[in-house]
Every structure is written in structure tokens, then in C-alpha cells.
């Protein structure tokens, strides 16, 4: 196989690990994964790697290189900034974007010096104080021209251990992304008749939320709390060992309970719980106490974003479940406050393969996204497919 003809990606969970190598037609070549030690040892995580990536190039007889990563973290945040120029002489479009993007990127390094730029995502165009969402195929004369950019972040010493895992393993990040929000821009194509989605990606120990309106993201938001939190309840209220609580949890996922603040104790419900551990419990009080648990992340994920300004007066948002930690909430009946109106709720069983072509797919589709604009245009090569690139880069 010719060197760099292929695609690695890997998503660096809290977890898991997933690797996948792609082919340069983007057909899978290989996939595995491998589940992560449960303490935050680097040592260890560094050897979970190593393993990971001596049996993909033993399979695929060669050396990886460049890899894209997948990671999500509770201490992930955005940074929204909308700059204006008043334009008083010719200038092609390109340009004027540019000069934009690198004073909002000066601006934000110069404020947030401790922290890692990981996307950069434009919102808005206003040209001539006209909105539009993408890149107008017949551009106006310029008058003037303001640029809303998302800036999502990470603390800089947090993406540094991160990457000297990688680099200790002879490995490039040539990416660096989150993963929920490249999976929420691939799923958001599965709800083009919504206009308004919210991903609701419940991890290990953090919960990250992506929303966005008319098929454009709008709000991100991640908070320190996840599926694990809630075993950790189980085992503190109920007076369990985790692994108990674990097994308890995972038995719910594949469950079709009610759960809700009424005592609806039923003799199947028992049996879910007898059967593992043989311990006599109340279910109507680790339904509860279940329930108490998932009510807050919900809260606290919304609360976030301020999503109720973005939703008022609307009655049309459509939630969507995602993440290993939600697989509590696919097939049960949860009695919540509906206190954001949602018109439904959803529950996306991703698989581990199509979460590492959620990254190829972000990056293939953000090189191409505006450059073929701006050559129909002005017949030369698209700025942002650089400037993405060296936000990419590592």
C-alpha cells in the first residue's frame, strides 16, 4: 500500500477506543476497537493505544502515520464573535474573509491564551447587511461584510496529554476534533424535516449537547456529568458495589420500564433487579432515583446554551438521544417534565463505525464546503480550505 493512501481515524474515548483505516475511496479497510482502563492513568492510556495500533498495521501490513482524533470532554467551550468590515475599496471576497477569520482567531488566542482552538465555524454571512447561512453563489459588489464565527475550544493542557499519547506512539494528529460534534453534523442530515434538533450525547462522565435550527448549528454545550454518574447513584443510594450498580443499569438499557415518580412496582420489574445481584430492593426507589439523575442532565445541558431563547414560542424541537450512556433512555418510558416543549424524542443507535466515519465525512466535507463556491466565483482557490486545514493541524 502506497504511503498516505489512507484515512486513520480514531476516537479517543472515555471508554473506548475506536480505530478505523480508510482507503482513499473512503471504503473501510479495517475496524476495531478496545475498552480504555477506567482510571485516568496516561501510562495506561498510552499502552491501550500501543496495542490498538500495533494490531491495525500488523492487519494492514504497514505504518500509520497521520491520524484524525475523536475526543469529547466536559471542558469543551465555544467562544461566539461577529466582526465587521466596512470595505472602501475593491476587494475580492476571499480576502475579505480571511482578514476577518485571522483578527477573530488573533483575538480569541490573545484572550484565551491557555486554550486550544479545535473548530472554527462560521454562522453567519452579512453582506451589505443582507444574512445569508452559506456562501451566496452570485456574490455582490462588497460593501460591507460581517463574518459570525463559532470558535469551539479546549484547555491547551488538556489537548497537550492528548497528543503526547500519540506522538509517544510515532503518531501525527493531522485532526483534532470533537466527536459529538462532528456525529451531530452527520446525523443532522437523518432530520432534514425538523427545524429544530437538539443532540443530547450522554459519555462516561460528561454530556455534551449540539443544537442546532434550520439544519445550522446554533448552540454546544458540555457538562460534567454522564452515564457513570448515574451508577454511581445507584451504588450510593441503594448500598451497592459499582460493578452491581453497573450491571443493574445495563439491564434497564434492554428493558421496557415505566419510570416515573408513581409507585408503579411490578413482579417483571423485581426480576430485572433479582436477577442480577439477589438482593432484596426497592425498585420504585432506584427508578427514582434513576430518574432524579437523568431529569439533570437534561437541565443542567440545556441551561447551558440558554436554549429556551432559542426555542421560545416554539413547539417543534425534536431531541435526539445519542451515546452509550443514553442506551438507558432508548427503549424505557420516562415521565420528565416537558418543560422545553419537545415535539419528540428520539433515541439514534449509532454503531462504532459509523462514529469514525462521522470523522472522515467532517473532514472531507469542511475542505470542500466553501472553496467550490469561491472558484465558481472568482475562479481561484478557496481560502477556508487552508485556513481549515491550519486550525486541523497540530
Known sequence: MKKNSYSTIIDFGSSQLRLAVFDKKISKLLFQSKQKIKNKNSDEYLKSVNILIREAESRIADHLENIIVLYDS???FTIDLSIRKKLDRKIIFEDACSSIILEANRII???YISKRIIHLIIKKYIINDEEFFNIPDKLPKLNSLILEIKFVCLPYNEYQKVF???KNNNLKISHFFS????KSFKYIELFKE???????DIGLNRTSITFFNNQKLDSLNSIPIGGNHISKDISQIMKLSIDESENIKKAFNKSEVDFSYNETNSIENINI???????????DLLKKVVLTRVEEIIELSFKGINISKNIKNKKNLNLVLIGNGSKILNKNSFQIEDKYNFKEINFYEENDLEICEAGLKFKENSKEENSEKLKKNQNTMGFFHRFFNFFGNS
Not at 179 to 182: E, F, H, P, T
Not at 273 to 283: A, D, Q, V
Open 164 to 166: 503526547e499519547i500519540f
Open 74 to 76: 466536559p471542558n469543551i
Open 109 to 111: 488566542k490573545d484572550c
Open 194 to 200: 425538523n427545524k429544530s434538533v437538539a443532540f443530547l
Open 179 to 182: 466527536c459529538s460534534l462532528v
Open 273 to 283: 433487579i433479582n436477577n442480577i445481584n439477589g438482593k432484596n430492593i426497592s425498585i
